[in-house]
């Protein structure tokens, strides 16, 4: 989860530079926009094969777009957004892992990590109550590292089960919220469909988010 947050913060400073350069206007013909957006968000996997973590998580996001030069309000631009999911579960009677040492808990920290080019149409007009439904769709990797429990000898050991993978992903979202201009705030929602290399966990996943954001349009 930390990683996740760590490399979704760098890339938040990158589209952040992206929006103030002037070869981005020239490409688009249009101030650019960037909102970042956080909140919780709920994992669901095709299976667990007593790999166990959390549904519940958080996540965050941040995204550049540029309004197209064409009649109706379409927005294009890059998002990119990340959400962990870290449980701990009590061991009684304590257990020993691989290189002698006791352990009263099993650790699991789960991470998505997406880089999504989307697109939206913005609904109301620059001030004032507004809409925008958006899909977006790109790469997805995913890393978990969760402690499993199994049986040898009579004794009871620990082992981590490790895993990196990539997939695809689609994610239709909506944000409504209220503008003052440069500055708008509000709501949102989205629901991502990904298939891919989710290791123990299956071939696909579903997740759902519900956050806040907040807008700076240049």
């Known amino acids: 989860m930390r990683q996740t947050i760590g490399i979704v913060s760098v890339l938040l400073g990158v589209l952040l530079f992206m929006g103030r350069t002037g070869d981005a206007q020239v490409l688009l013909l249009a101030p650019p926009?960037?909102?970042?957006?956080?909140?919780?968000?709920?994992?669901q996997t095709e299976k667990a094969n007593n790999l166990f973590y959390t549904h519940d998580g958080s996540y965050l996001d941040a995204d550049v777009a540029w309004q197209l030069p064409v009649i109706v309000p379409l927005q294009a631009g890059l998002g990119v957004?990340?959400?962990?999911?870290?449980?701990?579960?009590?061991?009684?009677?304590?257990?020993?892992?691989?290189?002698?040492?006791?352990?009263?808990?099993?650790?699991?920290?789960?991470?998505?990590?997406?880089?999504?080019?989307r697109i939206g149409l913005r609904l109301g007009g620059r001030t004032g109550f507004y809409a925008l439904p958006r899909v977006?769709?790109?790469?997805?990797?995913?890393?978990?590292?969760?402690?499993?429990?199994?049986?040898?000898?009579?004794?009871?050991?620990?082992?981590?089960h490790y895993h990196t993978g990539a997939g695809f992903e689609i994610r239709p979202a909506v944000q409504v919220g209220y503008s003052w201009g440069h500055l708008s705030a509000g709501l949102e929602g989205s629901y991502l469909y990904s298939w891919g290399d989710f290791g123990g966990l299956g071939h696909n996943a579903q997740e759902l988010r519900i956050g806040v954001f907040l807008n700076f349009r240049f």
Do not use: C, K, M
Not at 137 to 145: H, S, T, V, Y
């Open 81 to 117: 957004t990340g959400s962990g999911y870290w449980e701990r579960e009590s061991l009684f009677p304590s257990v020993i892992d691989n290189f002698g040492d006791y352990y009263s808990h099993l650790y699991s920290d789960l991470g998505l990590f997406e880089i999504e080019p």
């Open 136 to 160: 977006g769709a790109g790469l997805l990797i995913d890393n978990f590292a969760i402690d499993q429990t199994f049986n040898s000898g009579g004794a009871t050991y620990i082992d981590t």
């Open 33 to 43: 926009a960037v909102t970042v957006s956080a909140g919780y968000s709920n994992l």
